[in-house]
């Protein structure tokens, strides 16, 4: 069964260092997604992507945040300068085309030091 | 950010028994609705979704009813298993073209016992 696969699964970074997580999202699909759980709090949507270009962003999505298509498969979330308070899971996500569901990747733990 | 709601934390049932999880909304824009279920250190799972041009989807032992006048939809799950445990997210969207982003509720704590 097709899956969306997250790498790493764990980063540890310090504050201030640039960090990339990367997704590989289900083959056919065309939306693409970045979630974050902060620890204790709710799953919180950071952007949408479809045809090479952000569909829509949060508020938390904010200059050091960026998303990138760089080839047929793969899709990064770019945090530049990380701050404690991005340490959180980050889920990537994909939906096809004329439907709703959308499939979640098993998530990078990212903690900031 | 409330527009999405799951007031019980926790729920504890026995083996073979129904479970309920409940959600609430306040957002009438919401169109589509999503329950998934997360085991730690993975990623939600897909479940089961819901219209709202519709008032009961079914799959197996998950059905999701949904009251719009009431703004609230609930997931059943008959009968409990033990594998059942897990947290449970509710989720809606707005139909727009593009964007469709979630908006996820606290999740509810599902504990099945045997």
């Known amino acids: 069964e097709p899956e969306v696969t997250q790498t790493p699964s764990h980063q540890v970074t310090q504050m201030g260092q640039e960090v990339i997580l990367r997704c590989v999202p289900i083959?056919?699909?065309?939306?693409f997604y970045w979630y974050r759980q902060i620890l204790g709090q709710k799953v919180e949507f950071l952007v949408s992507?479809?045809?090479?270009?952000?569909?829509?962003k949060s508020e938390i999505f904010d200059d050091q945040f960026s998303v990138e298509r760089p080839d047929g498969s793969n899709f990064t979330l770019k945090i530049r300068s990380t701050k404690l308070e991005d340490s959180a899971m980050y889920f990537c996500?994909?939906?096809?085309?004329?439907?709703?569901?959308?499939?979640f990747g098993p998530g990078t733990r990212l903690t900031v030091t | 950010d409330q527009q999405v709601k799951q007031n019980s934390p926790s729920l504890s049932v026995q083996e073979g028994r129904i479970s309920i999880l409940n959600c609430d909304y306040t957002?009438?824009?919401?169109?589509?609705f999503l329950w998934y279920k997360k085991y730690p250190a993975e990623g939600p799972t897909f479940l089961i979704s819901?219209?709202?041009?519709?008032d009961k989807n079914e799959d197996g032992r998950f059905t999701v009813f949904l009251n719009k006048s009431a703004k609230h939809l609930s997931l059943h799950i008959v009968p409990s298993q033990p594998g059942d445990s897990a947290v449970y997210f509710c989720?809606?969207?707005?139909?727009?073209?593009?964007?469709?982003?979630?908006?996820f509720g606290a999740g509810t704590i599902l504990r099945v016992k045997s």
């Open positions: 996500a994909s939906r096809g085309t004329g439907t709703h569901e959308q499939y």
């Open positions: 957002n009438s824009m919401f169109d589509y």
């Open positions: 989720a809606a969207s707005e139909g727009t073209e593009y964007g469709n982003k979630l908006v």
């Open positions: 819901i219209s709202s041009i519709k």
């Open positions: 083959s056919n699909h065309l939306y």
């Open positions: 992507f479809y045809n090479n270009e952000i569909s829509e």
